[in-house]
């Protein structure tokens, strides 16, 4: 089974400022099958990225995905108070599992 | 537009039997995977396992095989999960997701199941 890391824990970031976070995978996968959600409390996750680099219908253009082999990252230029939210990557090759979350709060 | 429609919450005792279901509307449900995620309280996503409606075919998890059963009845477009003796421990938030067409991500979630077990 393929573990996902996710780094940091939590960023603590104003509104306006650049989030990176990352995911690291225990062994090689295809980016094709790495992608990225969103979730509010309360509410289920969303599609933000899939294929590792493609934004979903509707994610806001100011979200890109990266990343190749074992490392891969999730970039928020210039955040909007909507994206204070907790991020999963999540591979789906011949096993799927999720990253543990990085949580986006206000600083 | 597609939807996935949970059952509503339940509230059980540990060694009941439960079942809870996930419906789909707005697409052809028979030619998409179906996944289920756990939320424990408070805690991270974890992939318990998929079925595929049009033949039925099942993906476990490891650490979830066995300890859950999954599947699908495509005449009513219907997804279930099911349990034969519930633990305090599976108090969770349960969701399905839709792997859709773009790289089988899962691209349309339903709104969740909350299950308590509780004496």
């Known amino acids: 089974e393929v573990l996902l890391t996710q780094s940091p824990g939590t960023l603590s970031l104003s509104p306006g400022e650049r989030a990176t976070l990352s995911c690291r995978a225990s062994r090689t996968i295809s980016a094709s099958y790495l992608s990225w959600y969103q979730q509010t409390p309360g509410q289920p996750p969303r599609l933000l990225i899939y294929g590792a680099s493609t934004r979903a219908a509707g994610t806001p253009d100011r979200f890109s995905g990266s990343g190749s082999g074992t490392d891969f990252t999730l970039t928020i230029t210039k955040l909007q108070p909507e994206d204070f939210a907790v991020y999963y990557c999540h591979q789906y090759g011949t096993s799927l599992t999720f990253g543990g979350g990085t949580k986006v709060q206000i600083k | ?119």
Not at chain 2, 9 to 31: H, M, T, W
């Open chain 2, 1 to 119: 537009e597609v939807q996935l429609v949970q059952s509503g919450a339940e509230v059980k005792k540990p060694g009941e039997s439960l079942k809870i279901f996930c419906k789909g509307a707005g697409y052809s449900f028979s030619n998409y995977w179906i996944g289920w995620v756990r939320q424990m309280p408070g805690k991270g996503l974890e992939w318990m396992g998929s079925i595929y409606p049009g033949d039925s075919a099942i993906s476990y998890s490891p650490s979830f095989q066995g300890q859950v059963t999954i599947s699908a009845d495509k005449s009513i477009n219907a997804a279930f999960l099911q349990w034969s003796s519930l633990k305090a421990s599976d108090t969770a938030v349960y969701y399905c997701a839709r792997r859709g067409d773009a790289a089988m991500a899962l691209d349309y979630w339903g709104h969740g199941t909350q299950v308590t077990v509780s004496s």
